[in-house]
């Protein structure tokens, strides 16, 4: 079989999806430094890890360029698809963005609206652990296990809209995950770890069937492919990792607060046996 | 003791992984033969793994944080943790569901038995621990 040379897409250098991302994330660092600052000349304790994080995940959105990024082409989409849709949201989504907005602001008016919007009946269905997951994972099926990765490389729209959606259902997993945020609905520790535990194993498994078996209608060299595959799986197993960590630690800090309360205050049961 | 337990199941799954998988390239990234239900095995075990050592530590250290590890029993949980998934890992893995292989090409035999040896022994190291432990705890 020839090697067959993977047909330039249509989007390389910088296509305007690409500004819009870089753009949109440009001012969402500034939106979000500025408040921050705004709150702590207010007074308030707002930590600059927060800040640190939030620009870190800014960051990773505006650098998931194609264009920019080393590898093939599938590679470079994967590594795209990583920075974008799993870094970029996780490290914007411990910013706690819109505990920031609710805090800076004043009440009435847009805040009314946010929390309204945040407490809705649909956002709360969104935000149900296995309802996110189906979402990340059914729209990772589409893309790769259907002709629509390769009608990405010859429209520009349905470029953005499969990007905008990996990035919309990556903080929508994140946010279920992690409860960082205000939401109407928190869920249990058992509901985050099993979903945490079947979404990751599906990754897994989608990126092991990418090593060998390419999404159809696109002709990816075979050690473009495997090393996407591969990059996608162990990138994968980076973010589970940072998932389960943000959610131990919060156990681990719920469960401390509580000892150190019933330490303070030992339960009547526990004096009257020691009388 | 069972939290160490997790951590040492992890801790093998890990080593198993790592070292057989990336270091000595035994086995591979993909195996043609597997059918999708080894595929989704793996994914979820390993999956799980990456799980079970980060709530094992988070557990281990909630446990030191309440006063309530017994050292001696954590080193029996560990132990026990990891000859017990080597000699699930052999037994079942290996040779019931036939996922995967050690190594290929070379005749097996050798292999699965020092493998399943070696997880008889570390499971063994754990009860005498376990039960030393136990003895201690009980007198003291």
Redesign the interface.
């Known amino acids: 079989m020839p090697v067959h040379v993977h047909p330039a897409p249509d989007l390389v250098g910088v296509g305007p999806s690409e500004l819009v991302t870089g753009a949109v994330s440009l001012l969402a660092a500034a939106a979000y430094l500025a408040v921050a600052a705004r709150l702590r000349r207010r007074g308030d304790r707002w930590p600059v890890r927060r800040d640190m994080s939030f620009l870190a995940g800014a960051a990773a959105l505006a650098g998931a360029m194609p264009s920019v990024l080393p590898g093939g082409p599938f590679t470079a989409h994967m590594a795209q698809h990583l920075l974008g849709g799993m870094a970029a949201p996780l490290l914007m989504m411990l910013a706690r963005p819109l505990t920031l907005a609710l805090r800076a602001l004043p009440p009435g008016g847009v805040r009314h609206l946010l929390v309204r919007t945040a407490h809705s009946r649909p956002v709360t269905w969104l935000l149900c652990p296995p309802v996110a997951a189906v979402l990340n994972v059914g729209g990772l099926l589409l893309l790769y296990r259907t002709t629509l990765l390769a009608g990405t490389h010859h429209q520009v729209l349905l470029h953005a809209a499969v990007h905008a959606h990996v990035l919309m259902a990556g903080i929508l997993l994140t946010v279920s995950l992690c409860h960082l945020e205000p939401v109407r609905q928190q869920w249990s520790l058992s509901w985050r770890g099993g979903t945490l535990l079947a979404i990751g194993a599906a990754h897994a498994v989608l990126a092991k069937s990418l090593y060998v078996t390419a999404p159809p209608g696109t002709s990816y060299a075979l050690a473009d492919l495997r090393t996407g595959a591969q990059l996608m799986y162990y990138g994968g197993d980076l973010i589970e990792i940072a998932l389960a960590t943000v959610i131990a630690a919060q156990w681990y800090a719920s469960t401390g607060r509580a000892l150190l309360r019933s330490r303070r205050t030992p339960p009547p049961r526990m004096v009257s046996k020691a009388l | 003791m069972a939290v160490c337990a997790l951590i040492g199941v992890g801790i093998m799954a890990g080593v198993d992984e790592i070292v057989f998988h990336q270091i000595l390239g035994w086995h591979h990234?993909?195996d043609?033969s597997v059918a999708s239900i080894g595929?989704?095995s793996?994914?979820?075990l390993?999956?799980?793994e990456?799980?079970a050592l980060?709530?094992g530590?988070?557990l281990f250290?909630?446990l030191r944080?309440?006063d309530a590890l017994s050292r001696s029993h954590a080193r029996a949980g560990v132990f026990l943790g990891l000859g017990g998934f080597q000699l699930f890992d052999g037994i079942v893995d290996h040779k019931v569901l036939r996922l995967h292989q050690i190594r290929y090409g070379v005749d097996v035999t050798p292999y699965d038995v020092l493998w399943n040896i070696a997880g008889l022994v570390l499971l063994l190291i754990g009860m005498v621990l376990a039960v030393r432990a136990q003895r201690r705890h009980r007198s003291a």
């Open positions: 990234f993909y043609r595929l989704l793996d994914g979820l390993h999956t799980a990456l799980l980060v709530a530590f988070f250290a909630d944080r309440r």
